[in-house]
Structures are given as structure tokens and as C-alpha cells.
């Protein structure tokens, strides 16, 4: 087909007005085929469904939309928006919350790519709106519907430490489209190497606070915590986190080795625990762990170093590149000051809310009423 030609079927194609209408389960095909052409993960069609007809709070909703669909020629889908509702907790109230997921549009259709986040905006059922996972090409649509940012946090940065120094070399040449011998990744893993070592950080471990383990499950423990983090921040907006919800979250990942929990013990109860999530970046060989939750009873944030210790010692085991964590709590951040090697800018801020619920719009402007981290939203579904 000549340049000419070219041009003017995709004239054609953005002149006809495409279908706004509720997305279906049936749509998953359609959808996959949208996110591999723009370079998007895929879940498999059992892992999409379930952040739906597994989610806790299924029984509860009635006719919630999964998500919106822009159609156009032939019933080809060439726009969606996802639609996950989450359960919160402020002041002793249920909070629900709605989170977008893969906000995509084809080229040629883009001018109507608001009316997905319109629609989104629009659910009147919902007490806030969440999303964590706002890369730079979509923060302007966001901002143009009044988002705010959250105000707790840095999430527009990713603190780091390498945990394979030629893995890691390789990814970054990678990164960088440098076409380079193995030699030269070679010296640049031990310059990063050296240069670790001068600094002179690491993490001072005390393990006399209790059992520091991995779990392979969440027990009825996970339940206990929650009752009593809910019970001692009631001030605070929280993520649900019983048991039923982080076995929702998690249950696919934890039987395949992409999630790991880590939980600080004291007798029969949890003191403690985080959730670290893989997140690997194939495109450049990458191999990354993320620090997706760290929630501790009775302020004991200092718990979070031999639980990142033990975390860091089993990805040099299996060969991880680097471990990170991105929007770290001013707490958690004090806690690790003098142990954090690496730092990067990310391209954009990608933590905003909107409430249409005046009350609660004035209350989350205080940042004491926000523990905000990587299990909010979408960032770990």
C-alpha cells in the first residue's frame, strides 16, 4: 500500500466516530490484542477475570462495569479502560474505591480517549478514586479531571539496591542500546561494584526482635494483624488487608515464585510483614524485585531491616538484579537512610486520587491521614 493510501484509510478510520459502551469478559481477546500492539503486559484470560469474579467484594457489588470499551469498524476494540473496585477503611467507615488499569487508545482514536477516563470519573457509587501506576503519557489526561497527588512520599522515584552486578551492567548497557563486548559490561559491574563498597552502607540487622522468616501462605495471623493495624490507625486511610484480600492479591503470584512474604514473628503473633513482587523488565533483561507492602504494629518500623536483609540475601541467591521500592513512607525512609545505595528519578509523579465526598476530600489533604504504598491501586494486581 503506498504512503498516500496509507494516509487516507487511517483518515477514514479516525473520521468514524468510535462506540463507547461497558467491556465484557468476552472482550478479553480483543483486549490482549490491544495491549500487545502497544507493548503492554498480558495476564492470562484466568488471572484477568479473577481481579473480578475473585475479587472479596463480587458478592457485594451489583452491575459494576469491569471496564469500558472504545469500539470502532467491525467491532474491533481500539480503546479500554480498566475498572477494579478495592475495599479501604477511614475513621472505622468502608471506603470503596475504584481503580483504572490500562488506560489504551490506538493511535488514530486518541481524540476520544477522555471519554474512557470520563466515564471512569463518572461512577457515582464510588467513595474515591485511586491509581498508582500513572506513567508519563498519562499524567495530563488525569490532571484534567482535578486529580490530586498523594501528599506522602516520593513517587516519582525509585530507591535501590543491586543485588547482581553483571545482570544488573548488562540490563543497563541494554537500557541504553549499547551494543557492547562482554568485557565492557564486565568493568562496568565491577566499577558498580566498587563503588557500592566505598560507600560504606549496608544494613545494620539486629535479629533479636523475633523470628524473621518467609511465608508460603497468609494463615489466620494475617487476619489478627489486620484487626489490630485497623484498630490503632483509625485516622489513617488503609488498604483492606485481611486475609481474604491479600490471598486475592496474591495467591497466583505466591504459587509461582513472583511473590515472596516475609513476616517478623513475636510468639504465635505477627509483628510484622512485607510483600515483595517481581517486576522484571524482559525488554532489557532485568531481573527486578519490588517492595510492593511493610506494615508493622506499634510503629515498629525498624523491623523493615532484617526483613529487606533477608529479602536482598535471597535475590543474590537466585541471581536477581536489583531489588527497589518506589513512594516510601518519610518513617520507612528515615529507617533506611543510611542503608539506600542507589537512587533513580522516575518520569513522572504516578500516585493520584480524586473524591467527590467533600468530607473526605478535606480529610486526606492532611498527610498524617495517608500510609499510602505499592499495594494501593493497581501496582500489585
Known sequence: MSTLSSLRTEKRETEATPTLRNATFEDYSGISALHDRHGFATKSHEEWISLWSQNPLNNQLYDWP???ILEGKNHAIVGYLGNIPLPYVFRSRPILAATSRAWIVDPPFRSYSFLLLSRFFQQRNV??????????????GYEAFRVCRVPVGAWDESIFWITNYRGFAASLLASKEILAPTVVGYLLSLALLTQDKLARKRLRVHREGGLISFANCFDPRFDTFWDHLQCSNPDILLATRSREILEWHFR?????????VVTAGEGPELAAYAIFLRRD?????????RLIDFQSLDNRNELLIPILALA????????IHMLETIGLSLANQRVLDS?????????SWSYFYKTNDGELAKALEDPRAWDPSSFDGDASL
Open 252 to 260: 497466583r503470584p505466591l504459587a509461582e515464585s513472583r511473590a515472596w
Open 312 to 319: 536482598l540475601e535471597r535475590c543474590r541467591k537466585e541471581g
Open 339 to 347: 542503608a539506600v545505595l542507589h537512587r533513580r528519578s522516575l518520569p
Open 127 to 140: 467513595d474515591l478514586f485511586i491509581n498508582n501506576t500513572v506513567n508519563k503519557n498519562a499524567v495530563r
Open 66 to 68: 469491569i471496564g469500558w
Open 281 to 289: 523488565n524482559r525488554k532489557v533483561g532485568l531481573n527486578r524485585l
